[in-house]
């Protein structure tokens, strides 16, 4: 089809100006082996508007954007572009026709100079060479057309890492781009850093480009953006005026609002809350780290399960790997049973009793060429040292305990993880922690990617483990299922700990998140 | 603990023939290829397999083989353990000359250079200045954070001049009987071999009855998942760059022995190279994780008879390292998994192979698109 029927696009809630899109996107399915990762998906993009892909993790944001610019071909669907229907080769042929994309890296040389940079690879040329003069005065048009003041001459690699973003845009839109794509750009930039940054986006939409710009910071979604389009697993959930669409709506449509039958998950953590209380087994005073979360308080009591709630990139995940001093706080304390540790490395955190899984499974957890019996005594064999392996017996009791305690399949010890499903391979890591008798677990994500089976199995095994007087601190981008295991929810917003809720609700959790609010606030509602 | 040794048992079906298993293995190649060689030398002169034994002595080609490839054998299993670490140890060659420039220097400026006294001291104040050379390169490795190669790179320039400073540029001879036995003595065998050996049993000793081998593979495998595990990377990486350098001495001091000299320009030279290219003959990946010890030996020992085959078959000094490579190449051919499953198909269907076809989830298209667009299909 062409862009000559519009009115084949479904009618979202935002009418539309009486202008063509210069971007539709229709229909668009995307299979990789099993899995779905765009089903029936459409984005328009009109020009002079900042339009924001917003989902959480898996939702189909980068895959959409990789469909648009060429790198994968959808399985089903079709893409018009300035009225024409397109299939990019690739990005390049993306970025000749005009879309072009920024990602969250920057993807320059930074020992070329900034002139250098932004024409690379149409570099003016006078008698077979290089136009360094005629280079750049074009340098110099383009920047100034964003108003980047920067000497172009400059060496890229001088300048802030910021700086080097705003050249990316800067040699993203010289090639007279129609649409551009800004991947994650203020995940690495401070408040100032991204003012500039939409400046110079406003700049570029009263200029009639597109933009797409995907980001995790709501509130900066919602400074920048005039519409946007709500992705969930894979789906649509719909397009929408930023202005109509109100924080609460957004976070709905984005979370969605799962019915769950785990009654006996909820049980459990009630029974586990009864016997909360007491001393706090971890308590953190004032930890925090600069650029990744704000100074924050925490304390967790034996049988207690305190969930984290908050969006991607909220400061979730760098809460819990300053905890388990995976990265070094510059600032704060960290108390197991009542004794300051050592957070240089995880290994006085893990000898106090802490145990951490990671959210990427793949790249901080398993070792994929080693047998599950490997996998699983690993942390216990760290804690002794090379000199004394774990006895034989004690390993064939420990692998034969989990393997059935946690019904990890295949069930051969001498599998090779990398071989398992994730969530088989999840219940390893779980095991090799539960293996070294923590009194401190820390979940990150631990039913992310995998199962429904395996999921609802490790749920249990968490609020059973909380039960008998596990301290446990759990993550999880369902709020459902947060809130479902957990006592008390920590929420975070920005990088910054917001809340702390005693009987967490989903709803709650949302208004909280919604509330448009900069400054940090530290309560306790009920 | 699974034994580094043992073929790792990637996609084997249970209860697998032992044709498959042998076919699986990665042993396989290393060993075949050995075995090529070896019957290769066998037609060119019958008399290659003939052992015999002479005032107590053994003596032939294939004792011959074992005892000119102790040092790299030697050389080859401290790089199995760097390698298994993701790294790699260039300064080898180097460490080989400065420990046969000190103990050679030591014993020749000692007040009686032919007594055993002056040959032990001096190999043992060699051995423990390459323990140094260790640390230095396992600091530059795991505490400055500076690339495998870069590192040892260092040492590898620095170290032959080291050696010509402490030889003040001289090929010093000795003639000290204590230190000669190192290199060229006998307890049946000659002794180079029992040296190895005894390194060699002692490796794998280490590696399956403590849980070196684990700890080791785990870095290599994932260093970041190792550290989260609570292992002390640092420490193992370190470790195992000291033990590469105590290999290196060590085999410095056998080479070194065997012609009763110090020669600080070609003691040991390229043979860093030779000792990569055993270790990655026996299997051992170069991405670091699972090492085999067993088939870096077979590894040493293939490229050991290689350099006996030259002189056997008498093949003219000018092709000599060509030869070498053809060899090298065909192990490694042998050992791709592309060109096996091509073979594979070749042995299925008796036919052409055809090109393997692209597992991309994209639907087939009719046509290539043209270099910007292409119109779909209404």
């Known amino acids: 089809m062409t862009s000559a029927n519009p009115s084949s696009t479904p009618a979202g809630p935002a009418a539309e100006p009486a202008v063509e899109p210069v971007v539709e996107m229709h229909g668009i399915h995307m299979d990789f082996p099993g899995v779905k990762a765009l089903d029936d998906v459409s984005l328009r993009l009109f020009p002079g508007e900042v339009h924001a892909v917003m989902g959480e993790n898996g939702a189909g944001k980068s895959t959409l954007i990789k469909v648009l610019t060429g790198v994968y071909r959808a399985t089903a669907g079709t893409t018009t572009f300035d009225g024409r229907a397109v299939r990019f080769a690739g990005p390049g042929a993306a970025q000749d026709a005009g879309i072009s994309t920024v990602y969250q890296e920057v993807n320059l040389a930074p020992n070329l100079s900034v002139a250098e940079n932004i024409l690379l690879g149409r570099e003016p040329r006078r008698l077979g060479t290089i136009d360094g003069r005629a280079m750049r005065a074009a340098a110099r048009v383009h920047l100034d057309r964003i108003g980047l003041r920067l000497d172009p001459a400059s060496t890229l690699g001088e300048h802030p890492i910021a700086v080097q973003q705003l050249v990316a845009i800067a040699r993203a839109v010289a090639v007279d781009a129609k649409v551009l794509i800004l991947d994650e750009p203020t995940s690495s930039l401070d408040a100032e850093e991204v003012a500039e940054l939409f400046r110079i986006m406003r700049v570029l939409r009263d200029d009639g480009v597109a933009i797409l710009f995907v980001s995790h910071f709501l509130e900066q979604v919602y400074e920048i953006s005039d519409r946007m389009t709500v992705l969930r697993n894979g789906r649509l959930v719909g397009e929408h005026r930023t202005a109509e669409l109100s924080r609460l709506d957004l976070l ?108 990427d499974r793949k790249g901080e957890g398993i070792l994929a060429d080693l047998s599950i019996r490997d996998n699983l005594v690993l942390a216990v064999q760290a804690r002794r040292g090379w000199a004394r392996p774990v006895p034989r017996r004690t390993k064939d009791e420990l692998v034969e305990r989990y393997m059935r305690m946690l019904d990890i399949r295949p069930n051969d010890p001498d599998a090779l993880v ?55 601190v759990y993550i999880s981008a369902e709020l459902e299922e947060v809130t479902r295991l957990s006592n008390r929810v920590v929420v975070l917003k920005d990088r910054v700990k917001i809340a702390e809720l005693t009987e967490p609700s989903v709803d709650d959790i949302m208004h909280l998140i919604a509330q448009h609010d900069p400054e940090p606030r530290l309560e306790a509602a009920s | 603990m699974t034994s580094p040794d043992l073929p790792a048992p990637v996609e084997r079906p249970a209860g697998a023939s032992l044709g498959a298993r042998v076919r699986g293995s990665r042993l396989v190649w290393p060993a075949l290829a050995l075995l090529l060689l070896l019957v290769g030398n066998t037609i060119a002169s019958p008399s290659f397999l ?183 990377s640092r420490t193992i990486i370190w470790t195992v760059y000291v033990f590469s ?134």
């Open chain 1, 252 to 359: 709905s449509a984005m979370l969605g609002r799962e019915l769950t039958t785990l009654e006996e998950v909820g049980r459990l953590a009630e029974q586990a809350a009864e016997q909360a209380g007491g001393t706090p087994v971890l308590e953190a005073r004032g930890l925090g780290r600069r650029g990744a979360l704000a100074p924050f308080d925490l304390k967790v009591a034996a049988g207690e399960v305190v969930g984290l709630a908050g969006l991607l990139g909220s400061g979730r995940t760098e809460l819990v790997r300053l905890l388990f001093g995976a990265d070094r706080p510059d600032s704060g304390t960290l108390l197991v049973n009542g004794r300051p540790v050592s957070l240089r490395s995880p290994r006085a955190p893990i000898a106090a009793g802490v145990a951490f899984c990671s959210e």
């Open chain 2, 50 to 232: 003939g052992v015999r034994l002479q005032d107590g002595h053994l003596y032939g080609s294939l004792v011959d083989i074992l005892k000119n490839g102790a040092p790299i054998a030697l050389i080859a299993l401290g790089m199995t353990l760097v390698i298994a670490t993701r790294g790699i140890d260039l300064s080898v060659g180097a460490v080989v000359a400065i420990a046969a420039a000190v103990t050679c220097t030591w014993i020749a400026g000692s007040p009686d250079p032919t007594s055993a006294s002056a040959a032990l001291t001096g190999m043992a104040v060699a051995i423990a200045l390459c323990l140094v050379l260790g640390l230095w390169n396992g600091l530059l490795v795991s505490v400055l954070g500076i690339q495998p190669i870069i590192a040892t790179l260092v040492l590898m320039t620095a170290g032959r001049g080291i050696a010509m400073l402490i030889t003040d540029g001289q090929i010093i001879t000795v003639n000290n009987e204590s230190f000669s036995f190192v290199g060229s003595g006998f307890l049946l065998f000659p002794v180079a071999i029992l040296l190895a050996l005894v390194v060699f049993v002692v490796v794998a000793l280490l590696s399956r009855r403590t849980a070196l081998g684990l700890l080791v593979e785990s870095v290599g495998i994932n260093p970041e998942a190792s550290r989260l595990a609570g292992l002390r």
């Open chain 1, 418 to 472: 990398g071989n398992l499903s994730g969530g088989n391979q999840q219940k390893v890591m779980l095991a090799r922690w539960l293996a070294t008798d923590p009194s401190v677990l820390i979940l990150d994500e631990p039913t992310r990617g995998i199962d429904v089976g395996a999921k609802a199995q490790i749920q249990k095994v968490v609020a059973e483990l909380a039960r008998d007087g596990m301290a446990v």
């Open chain 2, 245 to 378: 350098a105590f290999c290196a001495g060590l085999a410095g001091l056998m080479i070194s022995a065997n012609v009763n000299a110090a020669d600080a320009n070609n003691a040991g030279l390229f043979i860093e190279m030779d000792a990569i290219l055993a270790v990655v003959i026996g299997g051992t990946s170069l991405a670091g994780g699972r090492y085999s010890l067993v088939g870096t030996l077979l590894g040493a020992l293939t490229i050991q008879t290689l350099t006996t085959t030259v002189y056997t078959v008498g093949i003219a000094p000018e092709v000599t390292l060509v030869f070498k490579a053809v060899v090298v190449i065909a192990v490694f051919l042998l050992q791709s998994a592309r060109v096996r499953a091509a073979f594979a198909r070749l042995g299925r269907r008796g036919g052409p192979t055809r090109p393997v076809p692209r597992t991309a989830p994209a639907r087939p298209v009719a046509a290539r698109p043209r270099p910007a667009e292409r119109v779909s299909p209404s």
